[in-house]
């Protein structure tokens, strides 16, 4: 193999994305670095709380691995949360917008972003990067976390959820005020959302990391990842509409959501079973989608 091999979204945006493969050519001690995606950014001119608030961004985690020729990784590289899009007055769009001369909803949710994961076809997970949870008004989503626990949703008084532990997803609610999406987690996924207003939970690797869907009003495309305030292929929970809260992001523990307005996403947990392991919150600096990077080191 070349001394570095890095895998991108591969030309995807939003919910759905592509699972890759890569086979070892060469018995040998391997160094892998993944990076999470960030969760969407929130921008309004009005309202309570007007200004950019910006997704949180994905952990990095990195670690050496022995690896026999012929053997193959599966690697999920996650996409990028979608950022809110409901323009004001309740209207749905699929303008950008740049062409509507509007602002967004000030209080729409946007989607958390996927994590990043490398495990092997029998689904032995190798490593994890968490993605960053969705923006919101008055709050920048939290990042993804170098820990494996996710990080529990932030919020301006709405009711909020704590990340997931030990694999597991984020958590909240299906019912009450409009509620966001949690992320996923290696071992599982949340609660259904409690009807088509609310943000989706993220998918896992049964549902092969989809996105959860955002809140039907909030469904436009506003320059970000089509169609609107998804979460991010990797697990990402989805956001809500009009006064409603944004997704977890996607990890080896799921990020948590909140329910009602001004609650932004937490930050999904990162993992690594190998050796010289090293993370970083809010690590991957670089872009806003995901990465997975192998070199041969030995």
């Known amino acids: 193999m070349n001394s570095k091999k890095t895998f991108k979204n591969k030309g995807k945006h939003g919910r759905i994305g ?5 086979v070892i050519n060469r018995s040998g001690k391997y160094r892998i670095k993944a990076g999470g995606a960030r969760g969407g950014t929130h921008v309004t001119s009005y309202g309570k709380h007007p200004g950019t608030f910006y997704g949180g961004r994905g952990a990095t985690m990195q670690g050496d691995f022995y690896f026999s ?3 193959v990784l599966k690697i999920v590289v996650g996409h990028r949360g979608g950022n809110s899009v409901e323009v004001k007055g309740g209207q749905s769009t699929t303008a950008t917008a740049a062409s509507l001369g509007l602002s967004v909803e000030d209080n729409a949710g946007t989607g958390g972003g996927g994590g990043s994961f490398v495990y092997s076809t029998g689904n ?3 490593i994890a990067a968490g993605g960053g949870g969705g923006a919101t008004a008055g709050l920048n989503g939290v990042d993804g976390q170098s820990g494996t626990s996710g990080a529990s949703a932030v ?3 709405s009711i909020v959820g704590a990340g997931g532990t030990s694999g597991n997803a984020g958590k909240c609610c299906n019912s009450g005020s409009y509620h966001g ?3 996923a987690g290696w071992k599982n996924i949340g609660g259904s959302r409690a009807g088509p207003s609310h943000g989706e939970r993220g998918g896992g690797i049964s549902q092969n ?3 959860g869907n955002a809140g039907r ?3 436009g495309n506003n320059g970000g990842p089509a169609p609107g305030a998804v979460g991010g292929f990797g697990g990402g929970g989805g956001g809500s509409e009009d006064n409603g809260a944004s997704g977890g992001g996607g990890g080896y523990s799921g990020g948590g959501t909140g329910k009602g307005p001004n609650a932004a996403g ?3 947990g990162s993992y690594c079973n190998g050796n010289s392991c090293i993370g970083v919150t809010g690590g991957n600096t670089g872009s806003e989608y995901g990465f997975v990077t192998i070199f041969r080191i030995g």
């Open 266 to 268: 937490g930050g999904g």
């Open 69 to 71: 020729a012929g053997h």
């Open 209 to 211: 990391w989809i996105g």
């Open 18 to 22: 592509v699972i890759q493969q890569f």
């Open 217 to 219: 009003m909030n469904s």
């Open 181 to 183: 999406g949690v992320g």
């Open 155 to 157: 919020s301006k008084g």
């Open 124 to 126: 032995e997970l190798y």
